[in-house]
């Protein structure tokens, strides 16, 4: 009985308005946002590599869609110096203060967006981007077409999806509520989409070729030690690394769509 009425009040407490509820986890998990900046992540890097080597020289206009507090815009204006990056995200009022000085002091030039990605096309007025990245966000949705069909409205070459997708026609939606977390932003979702289907998707609105690689981190990662979620690694016979949050195995995809 107490385990239920726990449940009700995180369902319930996700109820507000989304910019409220993003704005609470982004406060809660400032932390996270903010140390990529000092050491991006390993996913980061090797996204950087997957871009470079798959999609060639890029240059034009960007656009980080969910961008948190920017920390991928950071790493990959160094690596990729030709674009001029936007970043969007519904906490940016929350996130963007804390980030604007490290940008200014390092005289990276991006422009941060607080704003909802469910309108890409309004918001922009129309405009396209050479490419546009979306990091760790579909799988957060409670599903992803909607902000699917944004992002590729909003790009005249390429999209960056990285999410968690298996080769199975199968969509697995998975909530989860994390007790070490203040109830109001305990509840989440790690779904775990179908590829061929998010390819379908992408091709049936306008997608020429759709490529994905498994994304395969090279460190171990400990089991984080407060009970709660957080990306641990496991290692299997050949080596291969698997990461999981919780009990939630976690197949992540880095996947370039190309739109022209
Ligand atoms: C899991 S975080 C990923 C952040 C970043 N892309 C990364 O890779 O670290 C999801 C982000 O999406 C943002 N977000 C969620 N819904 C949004 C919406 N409708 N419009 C814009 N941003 C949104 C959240 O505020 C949060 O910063």
Known sequence: MALQSTEVSAREKVLQTPKAQW???????????????REPYRSTKALGRFLVSRAGKLGGCALDVGCGAGASIFYLSQLLP??????????????????????????IHARLVSGDFYHLTDLFG???????LSLQILHVLPSYEKALEQLLAVSSKWVVITSLLSEFLVDAKIETTDHTWPAEVSHAYYNVYS???????CEAHGAKEVIAQDFDIDIDLPVPTAGGLGTYTRTLETGKRLQFTGPVYMPWKFVLVRMA
């Open 23 to 37: 704005e609470a986890v982004a406060a809660q998990d400032l932390d996270y946002h903010l140390r990529q900046f």
């Open 82 to 107: 030709e674009l001029q990056w936007t970043g969007i995200d519904l906490a940016g009022d929350i996130l963007f203060q804390h980030s604007r000085t490290l940008f200014s002091d390092q005289q």
């Open 195 to 201: 590829f061929p289907r998010l390819r379908a998707f």
């Open 126 to 132: 129309g405009k396209k981007f050479d490419l546009v």
